[in-house]
């Protein structure tokens, strides 16, 4: 067995560790008051090729493999979450649609610009009727000649303001739904009939904006059927597709959260001193942060050894979903302690626990809640 | 024209060095690029944008292991690199001679840039040894430098708040001190045109250096501890506050 990460990944991780120091840690939080990521941030990402990560490199991006993005994401989420936000969709939901599923046109139409950061994608599946259960899709596209008129609704879409480009799941035919029914289209912000609704107000994850898109009779030629004819109707497999590449990277980022609340605490609860002695000398803090360091060291494990198996062309249903549904549910509990082990500090705005705290709060619900992920996991372990 | 830039495989200066036996310490720590070489690759970079129809090789010498940090310089954007491996803990003078030989063998340049020391031994020698050997020119604690067809104009720290000016010919050493530049961190693109590049791998043994009369070797190395003391400021209190704002920014250096 090799534990040793690739030297070349270890100087992208720590390329992103002084990304996050120099440039993101000093506006975070100017960032978490405005809601807002200024351009110039932007602009570095792209400089770093950060919106590229999974994008082949014959499309313009790096073409890291899942471990090589998992571990980017890790050190990118030891500062505010929303900019991991701001490249997760054109890394994940919103681009691996067109590379999973696109005819080579698509490809090399849309994934260059989406890896130099030029347009940033954004993935619409979710709406009031589709949460959890994607195949109720009401948006509906309607053949006409050789264009698809699409209406309706998404909600809680990640980037849909600032994207040019969004995957959007539409249902073709409402009788046949997830068993033939739904299609997955690529579609141009420019295009007329395609509107951002209302920027959501959320719990966290403040500076990445959650959207509605509104589909007002938006007429797309058929080439923009992601796989182009032949996968009119296949769009649910492609979606599914989509969510289940994004739980390893999902977890990774609850990863790097929670050992970056860890790191924090170690060094609070030796400093801060209370009854004559510091904090880490009492047996309580001292149970929370080893329950805290076990849980982490056990969560990369799995995530890694998953993320391994992935790159090794294995597949990996199973073992994503329950790095997922780890981590995620751990990074909560780690957020939690470390609220405790800071006191009141832990629930004052000066400190950026408490944004730890309601930023990862979001991570067992999005991209799969963890209900789902038991459904996916218990149904892998007794499908015949 | 053509720039080498000699760099060096250090110890992080932020990792736990843990002392093996006498005179040894444990190496699974972190290795990185020496900070000061940092600057020496970032201004052989600028310099050859600067010029055009450039070339930048970056020379190193060290164990197998050093090859990651030859792989950081090529991520901060030199061409190629020379590895000169060797077991050996190198002192200034073996670094400088292998160092001569090795440049010698690739073709002499017109500038070589490196870090004015290394952190882990600081023996603030290898510049001029190389100057001395390749009969360059040299100048080192360079603050700031330029470039004007074939003379080269540096700034070098001489003591606090001292600066001599070097006018100087090509070809020459330049040995960089920190208020250089500020070196960029390589983007992920680079990094991974960095695993394309080439570096050529040279055994100390087969450069057939003159073996020096005599050589540093290290007896014994021990943890440094660092001494705590109290210290009192008196006088009035605006000058009290001056003066603790003065050590905290000079001394302690957290302002
Ligand atoms: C900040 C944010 C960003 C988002 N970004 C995007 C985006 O970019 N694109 C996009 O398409 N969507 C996005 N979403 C939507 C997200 O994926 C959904 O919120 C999520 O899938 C859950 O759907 P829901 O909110 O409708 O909850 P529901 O599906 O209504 O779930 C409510 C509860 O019921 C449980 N439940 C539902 N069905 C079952 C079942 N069969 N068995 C057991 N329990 C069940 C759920 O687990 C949950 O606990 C985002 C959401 C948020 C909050």
Request: hydrophobic share 40%; aromatic share 6%.
């Amino acid at each position: 067995m090799d534990f040793e990460i690739p030297e070349s990944l270890r100087m992208m991780q720590e390329t992103i560790r002084r990304f996050v120091k120099q440039d993101l840690e000093p506006i975070s939080d100017k960032v978490e008051e405005e809601d807002n990521i200024p351009e110039e941030i932007v602009q570095k990402m792209r400089e770093l090729g950060l919106f590229g990560l999974s994008i082949p490199e014959e499309y313009g991006g790096l073409g890291l493999g899942t471990l090589g993005e998992c571990l980017v994401y890790e050190e990118l989420t030891k500062t505010n979450a929303c900019f991991r936000s701001r490249i997760g969709t054109s890394n994940g939901i919103g681009s691996m649609g067109i590379l999973f599923d696109g005819t080579e046109g698509q490809k090399r139409k849309y994934l260059p610009r989406i890896a130099s950061g030029e347009w940033t994608a954004c993935f619409a599946l979710s709406e009031p009727e589709a949460g959890s259960d994607a195949g109720n899709v009401q948006t509906a596209a309607e053949r006409d000649g050789d264009h698809f008129v699409i209406n309706g609704l998404k909600h809680f879409i990640t980037n849909g303001d600032v994207a040019s480009l969004a995957t959007v799941i539409a249902v073709t035919d409402r009788k046949k739904r997830s068993r033939g029914g739904i299609t997955a289209f690529v579609v141009e912000k420019s295009t007329p009939g395609f509107y951002t609704g209302t920027i959501e107000r959320k719990m966290g994850l403040r500076g990445s904006h959650t959207c509605e898109l509104i589909f007002d009779n938006c007429r797309v030629p058929v080439e923009n059927v992601i796989g182009g004819e032949p996968m009119i109707g296949k769009g649910f497999k492609t979606a599914m597709g989509v969510l289940d590449k994004g739980r390893l990277t999902m977890g990774a980022c609850a990863l790097g959260a929670a050992q970056k609340l860890l790191d924090m605490c170690v060094e609070y609860s030796k400093e801060r001193v209370q009854f004559g002695k510091p904090i880490a000398r009492f047996q309580s803090v001292g149970n929370m942060l080893a329950d805290m360091a076990t849980e982490i060291y056990a969560g990369r494990q799995m995530l890694y050894h998953a993320a391994w198996l992935r790159d090794r062309g294995k597949m990996v249903i199973k073992e994503a979903s329950m790095a997922k549904l780890f981590c995620t549910e751990m990074a909560c509990r780690v957020a939690d302690k470390a609220v405790q082990i800071f006191g009141g500090m832990g629930y004052m705005k000066d400190l950026p626990v408490e944004r730890f705290y309601r930023d990862l709060r979001l991570y067992p619900i999005y991209e799969g809640t963890s209900e789902i992920q038991r459904l996916v996991i218990a149904r892998e372990l007794t499908k015949d | 024209m053509k720039i080498c830039v000699c760099v060096k495989h250090v110890p992080d200066s932020a990792a736990k060095i843990t002392i093996k036996g006498k005179n040894q310490f444990d190496e699974s720590i972190n290795f990185i690029l020496n900070p000061y070489d940092e600057h020496a690759v970032e201004e052989a970079v600028r310099v050859k944008k600067q010029v055009g129809d450039s070339e930048v090789i970056a020379v190193s010498v060290g164990k197998k292991d050093a090859i990651n940090t030859l792989r950081s310089a090529l991520a901060m954007g030199a061409d190629r690199a020379i590895l000169i491996k060797t077991n050996i803990r190198a002192d200034s003078v073996i670094t400088s001679r292998a160092l001569k030989a090795a440049i010698g063998q690739d073709g002499k340049p017109d500038i070589i840039f490196t870090g004015k020391a290394s952190i882990d031994n600081e023996g603030f020698q290898t510049m001029y040894r190389l100057a001395a050997a390749l009969n360059m020119s040299v100048a080192s604690n360079v603050i700031a430098f330029s470039l004007d067809q074939e003379r080269v104009l540096v700034e070098c720290e001489m003591e606090a708040d001292a600066r001599g000016i070097i006018d100087m010919p090509l070809p020459c050493v330049i040995g960089t001190s920190k208020g250089l530049n500020k070196p960029s961190y390589p983007t992920l693109p680079a990094i991974m045109k960095a695993k394309k590049k080439e570096v050529k791998i040279i055994d100390l043994e087969s450069l057939a250096i003159e073996k020096p009369m005599s050589s540093i070797e290290i007896l014994e190395l021990k943890p440094a501890v660092e001494e705590r003391s109290s210290k009192e400021l008196k006088g009035q209190p605006e000058e009290v506050v001056m003066q603790l704002i003065r050590v905290l920014r000079e001394e302690a250096k957290v302002l």
